[in-house]
């Protein structure tokens, strides 16, 4: 079984940056993507943006490329979403995800693990 624990959210202003950290624990060597995704009130889970574990490939969704950035930190089994030029659109509940299998897909469907979430709310 694999825990993960999202935190860095809050409440900002347009404009400004947050950073997002993602701590995975337990059978960590079945992980080979992480995954940001979102979830607005109403809305279905919409994919941010994933990570390769071992070899650092990335893909963004083109709603937050250029203002987002993921990383990770092997050492720390964190992975990081950098997120700068904040939108009102942007809020919503932020939730990493695990992916055992290879492959940068979009799918929520396509995860196999799951974060409690962190709130990020934009204000205008």
């Known amino acids: 079984q694999v825990q993960l624990v999202e935190s860095g959210g809050g409440l900002v202003q347009a404009g400004d940056s947050l950073r997002l950290s993602c701590v995975a624990s337990?059978?960590?060597?079945?992980?080979?993507?992480m995954g940001w995704f979102r979830q607005a009130p109403g809305k279905e889970r919409e994919f941010i943006a994933a990570?390769?574990?071992?070899?650092?490939?990335?893909y963004y969704a083109d709603s937050v490329k250029g203002r987002f950035t993921i990383s990770r930190d092997n050492a720390k089994n964190t992975v990081y979403l950098q997120m700068n030029s904040l939108k009102p659109e942007d809020t919503a509940v932020y939730y990493c995800?695990?992916?055992?299998?290879?492959?940068?897909?979009?799918?929520?469907?396509?995860?196999?693990?799951w974060g409690q979430g962190t709130q990020v709310t934009v204000s205008s």
């Open positions: 995800g695990i992916r055992k299998i290879l492959g940068l897909t979009v799918s929520p469907d396509d995860y196999d693990y």
């Open positions: 337990g059978r960590t060597s079945s992980r080979n993507v």
């Open positions: 990570i390769n574990w071992t070899y650092g490939a990335t």
